[in-house]
């Protein structure tokens, strides 16, 4: 890497430059190309694609098509051993989540963004989007011929099996550190209009932000309690809600997870993923479902665009949106560099394999996890949420087409 990027400065490699520009730009292009068409979709000119349809579209998204995506590619590409040799793609997603709160902290507390969103700001910055954006661009990048990865279905097979393998723990964060995050303000509402009433605040009503997602049930007081039985049922409950597994296995983990178990063993693995596996007709059907993932959830990105920001942005004001999206977009991106590029150093990184390398730096380099905006409508800060959600991924169609443009020419 230093030696390409001593090369670079030299002003050598225009030729290099220009084809790395192409490779990055089209892909980028593409995904433009298909969020437009949803956009115009569920404009009102067309309006195939309302908002009920949307939510729908988006459901089928997470709850069946993504999961099949992952599971076929991840079970096919996984090992044992690849999972020992992936290691650092997890720990690269929680070092990501560190820095990205590290420098959004340092932001935001130089930006001062309106009461309350101090929080609500670091995380914004802090949590990329892992799964479904790098997914789409893997996808996009991996159809040209002409990509730097070699052939297309190993270059999309490495790819997926590379961002599915780090997703399950981006669900942990999201559900654990971001969920406290975005805790509400002690009036226990980010809607401060209506926290300013005449009338206090009862004391159950003010701590109602403190409560769990999944809210425990009493326990009975009959003499059932007393069988052991019983209160080992009882503990595991209450670790199940206190540890919100509930919202942390959702689908797409779900898939993962089984993947991995499946693929690392051999004897289910010659099963279910290898082309004559008596079950390959399952993974197969996995396969067919999977690729209608990349085009579905880009119709619905673009058609979720048509609403606009909404009333978030004005709440947040202007200053605090232009610092998410520098610090997301500009600042993040760079020290992920820095990160990979020490990680490769001290040899973390299995050698030679430029697609490990090329999903590290889009883990870096991705705009504001939609998923976050699940978590900030649980929380009350819904609105807020949408607003960064929509002027982030804006920005972010040049910012990943400049970045990408620097990694290639880094990498090869």
């Not at 298909?34 to 309302?50: E, H, R």
């Not at 049930?217 to 509930?246: H, Q, R």
């Not at 993947?259 to 007709?281: N, Q, S, W």
């Not at 299995?350 to 705009?367: E, N, T, Y």
């Amino acid at each position: 890497m230093e030696t390409f990027l001593l090369s670079a400065a030299g002003g050598g490699g225009g030729e290099s430059l220009l084809g790395s520009i192409k490779i990055a730009v089209l892909p980028i292009a593409k995904v433009f190309t298909m969020c437009f068409l949803g956009f115009l979709m569920a404009s009102k000119y067309v309006d195939i694609l309302p908002a009920n349809g949307r939510k729908l579209l988006n459901g089928l998204v997470f709850s069946l098509l993504l999961p099949c995506l992952i599971f076929s590619q991840l079970g096919q590409a996984i090992t044992l051993q690849k999972m020992l040799e992936w290691w650092f793609i997890p720990v690269n997603v929680v070092i990501s989540a560190v820095v990205g709160s590290l420098i959004g902290f340092v932001v935001v507390t130089l930006v001062k963004p309106p009461y309350p969103y101090f929080k609500f700001s670091i995380v914004q910055i802090a949590i990329g989007n892992i799964g479904n954006v790098p997914l789409v661009l893997i996808a996009a990048l991996c159809r040209d011929t002409s990509n730097p990865f070699g052939d297309m279905n190993t270059c999309s097979t490495q790819g997926t099996a590379y961002i599915s393998f780090g997703q399950w723990v981006g669900a942990i964060i999201l559900y654990t550190y971001v969920f406290r995050m975005f805790a509400p303000p002690v009036e226990g509402t980010f809607d401060l209009e209506e926290a300013i009433l005449p009338c206090k605040i009862p004391q159950q009503d003010a701590s109602s932000e403190y409560t769990p997602l999944l809210e425990q049930e009493d326990a009975p007081m009959d003499s059932d309690n007393s069988n052991n039985k019983g209160k080992i049922k009882d503990f595991l409950v209450f670790i199940y809600e206190k540890l919100k597994l509930k919202q942390i296995l959702q689908p797409p983990i779900i898939a993962s997870i089984l993947a991995m178990v499946l693929g690392a063993v051999p004897f289910l693995k010659r099963l279910i993923f290898t082309t004559d596996a008596p079950l390959y007709f399952f993974t197969d059907s996995c396969i067919i479902l999977g690729e209608a993932m990349i085009p579905c959830i880009l119709l619905a990105l673009g058609g979720n665009l048509v609403d606009g920001p909404g009333p978030g942005s004005s709440r947040i004001g202007l200053r605090t949106l232009v610092a998410i999206i520098f610090g997301r977009l500009i600042l993040v991106p760079p020290a992920g560099l820095g990160i990979v590029m020490l990680a490769d150093k001290l040899g973390f990184l299995p050698a030679g394999d430029k697609m490990f390398r090329f999903v590290l730096l889009l883990q870096h380099s991705m705009p504001t996890s939609v998923l976050s905006g699940a978590v900030a409508n649980l929380r009350g800060c819904g609105k807020e949420a949408a607003a960064v959600l929509f002027w982030v991924h804006i920005f972010a169609i040049f910012s990943m087409a400049g970045w990408i443009v620097l990694y290639l020419n880094i990498l090869f």
